[in-house]
DNA sequence: CGGAAAGTTGACGCGGGTCAAGGAATGTGG
DNA sequence: CCACATTCCTTGACCCGCGTCAACTTTCCG
């Protein structure tokens, strides 16, 4: 539990927010090399987390933002009756946690998919950070700006679209978050069940694998199980054309 | 356009952040009289909107939070095809213009319902002034993060429950906002058109105005167009029971 | 008074949820 | 290595909630 900053303890594996690969998505994004040194300092860096393992769950009282590095998360929270509804898959680069600075416990649960490791990064910390460094203020800005609009974005999915251009919107949104941190954005593995992609798009888990196979009849993709190969970009774009934020 | 600073002009209307009522809704809270004071040196306060005005234009490049003293707002946000999603609305003491800090440009339109006042904060000066107030800086997350879970529970909503619940869940939220801005939580009128809530809620006007006559006919209010008075509170909380957040 | 916008109500049909059965992949113990 | 369970995914049949279309009423505003 708990494990400390390990940024110089035996066996450093060398990872920091300045040579990290992904700092250019991540909250370093613009800052100096020295700035991320400093921020460099704050991050607590864990044993990577085994699937099913919780960073943390809804009503939890720490008070870390989650920074991705490998792997990905689900978010989530559960109603008294005890269904779940998935609010989104956190990719590397991306950052979980911030629901929780409204009241100092978080507001959803956040789980692992696939190994991942994280980032922690309290807020205390990151508070003082901004004050020091006004690119990581902004930067913080704008990646919550980003989780807002990207939210706003699944709200028109959501109320508007059917679900066929759910998914769509779905896959395209996967492909370019996979493309941005330098994979291909046309074959990927999905780290999710179709239970999690149905119910993060408001659809029957059924549904969501009709129409697989319905994407499959009409050459959109390839799908395997959870292995995509897109093979109609311009054909699932056309599909959700209007469908304002390109998500994340 | 672009009314200057207008707090020491002629018939100065007495309104500062500090004896404004709705402080402790807004981004005040908790801050001390002398902070405030501060704070009421950035806003800019103008002449009050008119119904049908626009506050700020997805894509416009304006830089400001605003924050609604008084009348109602609406934010929403076209697709390339025309059609409209309303994403929220915007009471007394709550704030628009989050989404613009992304990239310097609105992700959302913004536009008055009633005729409204309105306070506008230049996110620069801003961001300045939480470097001086801690307390500020703090509020501020707080609000975001509140905003961040709001959407999420929309999402729940929207995906996951019948049309019955979501008009529920709208009628109680709407109740709760103005109860905590001192007013009546069980008589008030909706500042916005069945049009506007059924698109809120994924819905057909027709569907909103079934289950409106739905209520009606099951002693859960009484309705006359706008006007509601809501008869049933526990029996319309129980139907929505499991609906994580609060809203707001 | 007239025309438009807002709201109501009824009839009908389809998208997608639900139920049910079965297949494929992965794990588990003998 | 094989039987067996379990989880994940797929496919078919049925049907209902809610969207769509249409007609009408009420309110609003010049």
Redo the contacts with the bound molecule.
């Keep these: 539990m708990h494990a400390r900053s390990r940024t110089l303890k035996i066996a450093d594996i060398k990872v920091s927010c300045s040579n990290c690969s992904l700092s250019e998505l991540c909250l370093p994004h613009g800052m100096s090399h020295d700035d991320m040194d400093e921020l460099d300092k704050i991050v607590k860096r864990q044993q990577p987390y085994q699937p099913g393992q919780h960073i943390f769950r809804a009503g939890d009282r720490g008070q870390s933002l989650f920074a991705v590095r490998s792997g990905a998360l689900k978010s989530y929270c559960t109603t008294e009756d005890g269904d779940e509804q998935v609010l989104g898959f956190t990719l590397p680069g991306e950052v979980v946690g911030l629901d929780g600075m409204n009241d100092g416990s978080y507001a959803s649960s956040s789980v692992v998919l696939e190994t991942s490791s994280v980032c922690e990064l309290p807020y205390d910390r990151l508070e003082e950070m901004c004050h020091l460094l006004p690119g990581l203020n902004r930067q913080m800005m704008r990646v919550i700006s980003k989780e807002i609009s990207s939210d706003q974005g699944m709200l028109l999915l959501l109320g508007k679209?059917?679900?066929?251009?759910?998914l769509a919107a779905f896959l395209l949104s996967m492909s370019s978050r996979y493309h941005s941190r330098g994979l291909s954005p046309t074959e990927f593995n999905?780290p999710?069940?179709?239970?999690?992609i149905?119910n993060y798009l408001?659809?029957?888990?059924?549904?969501?694998?009709?129409l697989?196979?319905n994407f499959q009849k009409n050459q959109l993709l390839t799908?395997?199980?959870?292995q995509i190969v897109l093979t109609g970009l311009p054909r699932l774009r056309a599909m959700v054309e209007g469908c304002a934020g390109s998500k994340r």
């Excluded at 408001?202 to 009709?210: F, K, N, P, Q």
């Design positions: 679209r059917t679900a066929e251009d759910r999905l999710m069940s179709r239970q999690d149905g408001g659809l029957a888990i059924e549904t969501v694998s009709r697989f196979a799908v395997n199980r959870r």
